[in-house]
């Protein structure tokens, strides 16, 4: 299996990248400033250009040879809902458009936990964050035709992985998850796939493989 990771550059996405490339699968990290290469590859991936600002044309060539894409990108804290609409929305729509170009059917994104929840999103402090989420998502889910899954995590923290997971908690701003834990998740889907599921996550007492494989 060969997979397009999609932010590869991001706190996330280099736990992707080391955590996948670790299993032997073929890993392209996808990143938009050359500079970034070389991380990449210590992390065990190839890179790949890939610029979510261009057009969903423009990203199908990053996709030649590759039978999963995993959306990881953000905009990040520091910058403004402008970058988040331009990322967190409209590049995750278009990475979708292209994957569908490519002719490839198995796509993952890493969303968050709360989206579905509008009540959540006035408490969150970030709105315009879910709205971009909760809306890329809708389109994944209901313009696409990717066998696609949606990962939710909660509250991304640097903390050192555990290894366990709860699925489909309750929606709570103080539920958090490693971020190396998001990425076995994902490591685990592309293994295990969870065609048209959305799974909820925080972290807890399943060892992660078991929680995906009893989804």
């Known amino acids: 299996m060969t997979t397009l990771i999609i932010g590869a550059h991001g706190h996330v996405g280099q736990h992707i990248v080391k955590q996948l490339a670790a299993t ?32 969903a044309d423009a990203m199908v060539p990053a996709m030649n040879d590759v039978d999963t ?92 992985p555990t290894g366990k997971i709860t699925l489909a908690p309750e929606t709570s701003d103080t539920q958090s998850i490693a971020r190396a834990d998001v990425a076995a998740t994902v490591v685990a889907i592309v293994q295990h796939p969870l065609p048209g599921k959305t799974i909820e996550l925080v972290n807890g007492d399943v060892p992660v493989t078991d929680a995906v494989q009893s989804v």
């Open 24 to 55: 032997g699968e073929t890993v392209y990290g996808g990143i938009r400033n050359a500079q970034q290469a070389d991380i990449i590859k210590d992390l065990g991936g190839q890179p790949r250009m890939f610029d979510l600002m261009g057009t």
């Open 69 to 160: 894409v995993i959306f990881s990108a953000g905009s990040g804290g520091s910058t403004g809902d402008d970058m988040t609409l331009n990322i967190d929305l409209d590049g995750a729509i278009k990475s979708m458009i292209a994957t569908e170009k490519a002719g490839i059917k198995r796509f993952i994104i890493v969303s968050a936990l709360g989206t579905d929840d509008r009540s959540f999103w006035e408490k969150s402090g970030i709105r315009p964050y879910y709205v971009a989420k909760y809306y890329a998502d809708e389109w994944l889910r209901h313009r696409t035709n990717l066998d696609y899954t949606i990962v939710r995590p909660g509250l991304l923290t640097n903390d050192d």
